[in-house]
Nanobody, 118 residues
């Protein structure tokens, strides 16, 4: 069992930056692939970025490549999403996701709102 708590969302102007954090409880954080997803009202939740449990491999969706960077600090049980050059279309609720790389069980955080004004 793992609990995830996101923070760092807020209101920012287009072109600005935010860094989201997701703090995980438990002692097995290092065994989880960690990801970020986002959702706007009326649309399905979409994948943003993922970092594998070892931290050596990342992948992100095309729309954020070159602007968003996912990273993790296993000593702090935290995963980050550095978001630069933000656009109004990045506005969404951002959710942290943890997937046990052995059992594939998935956990979600409660989400944090990111709003980018034009």
């Amino acid at each position: 069992q793992v609990q995830l708590v996101e923070s760092g969302g807020g209101l920012v102007q287009a072109g600005g930056s935010l860094r989201l954090s997701c703090a995980a409880s438990g002692r097995t954080f290092g065994s989880y692939d960690m990801g970020w997803f986002r959702q706007v009202p009326g649309k399905e939740r979409e994948f943003v970025a993922v970092i594998n449990w070892r931290g050596g491999s990342t992948y992100s969706t095309d729309s954020v490549k070159g602007r968003f960077t996912i990273s993790r600090d296993n000593a702090k049980n935290t995963v980050y999403l550095q978001m630069n050059s933000l656009k109004p279309e990045d506005t969404a609720v951002y959710y942290c996701n943890a997937r046990d790389h052995v059992t594939s069980r998935v956990y979600w955080g409660q989400g944090t709102q990111v709003t980018v004004s034009s």
